[in-house]
Structures are given as structure tokens and as C-alpha cells.
């Protein structure tokens, strides 16, 4: 006894229906943001990345690299009244997040690929950074040593006092 049905030709004859190309490419879209995404929380989740939200100096040290810093920061004069991100991030609102954000994806980037120079450096834009955090708590001292003409930079501060934030760096 066959209980397969009899083919049908009209069933045969009957176009497979296509997707259109604005439906391809929005399941192509969602599909790379889901993987995106997926693997965005991982690394954070991972990397502890909500622990790089706080202003504990701990956080920094999740990075095998910046063990040293953190270390001769213990030993330096700023212990007890700076942590890392009164340093090395603005005193603005928004110039901090931003600051934070960007440094915390080149930073993340070339710690996976390993593309960084041990023992890391400060790079240009985030000396500037620092010399502004500088600049901001000590106003008063520094406020006659500051150039008076425009476009007159003036000398970092790091260059003679390379110790106080990291000593014996």
C-alpha cells in the first residue's frame, strides 16, 4: 500500500518565493549586529569592563601592563589625594566620558592585539590631558608660571616633576 500522495504538477510548476534584496540585507544587518553585540558583552563582561566605570585605581591594574604604574603610584606624594582618573582624564563632564570611552576602546583594542609598547607611554593628546589635570588643582601655584601670550605653550609639568604621580617612574 503506498501512502505517499501522487505528485502533483501543479505543485512542481510553483516558483519558490524569493526574498527581496531589502530583506536580505536587513536579516544580514541583524544578524551581524546580534553577533556584534553578542561579542561586544562577552569581551566586556570578560575584560571587567564595568569596573573601568568607577575611579578605583584597582580597575587599572586589569591590564597585566599597568601593574608598574599602579605600584609607583602607592609610592608616590598623589596616593592620598589623586586616583588615576584625576590625572589622566578631564575635569570637564563630558570631556571625561569622552576621554574615558575613546581611551578605553584604543586601549582594549591594542591589548587584544597585543599591538602596544611595554612599558606603555602616554601618548601625546593624553599628556595634554594630564597637564590640564595639573593645571586645574594646582591654579594657584602655577598661575604666574603660565604663559602670558596666546599661542605660548608652556612647559609640561611632568618634564621636571616625573615622579609625583608615579614615583620613581
Known amino acids: 500500500m503506498d501512502l505517499d500522495p501522487p505528485l502533483n504538477a501543479k505543485a512542481l510548476a510553483r516558483p519558490r518565493r524569493r526574498f527581496s534584496r531589502a530583506t536580505l540585507l536587513a ?95 602616554i601618548k601625546p593628546r593624553n599628556r595634554q590631558v594630564t597637564q590640564g589635570a595639573c593645571l586645574h588643582c594646582h591654579a594657584e601655584v602655577v598661575h604666574q608660571m603660565l604663559p602670558s601670550g596666546q599661542g605660548v605653550e608652556s612647559m609640561h609639568c611632568a618634564r621636571c616633576h616625573s615622579d609625583v604621580g608615579h614615583a620613581l617612574r
Open 27 to 121: 536579516a544580514s544587518l541583524v544578524v551581524m549586529f546580534g553577533i556584534l553585540a553578542g561579542i561586544g558583552a562577552f569581551t566586556f563582561g570578560y575584560g571587567k569592563g564595568w569596573s573601568y566605570l568607577s575611579s578605583d585605581p584597582a580597575a587599572c591594574v586589569n591590564c597585566h601592563v599597568m601593574q608598574d604604574h599602579y605600584d609607583s603610584w602607592q609610592n608616590s606624594s598623589h596616593r592620598h589625594v589623586a586616583v588615576c582618573n584625576d590625572c589622566h582624564l578631564p575635569h570637564h563632564p563630558i570631556g571625561k566620558w569622552v576621554t574615558k570611552g575613546d581611551n578605553g576602546f584604543f586601549h582594549s583594542l591594542a591589548f587584544t592585539l597585543q599591538n602596544f609598547h611595554e612599558p606603555i607611554q
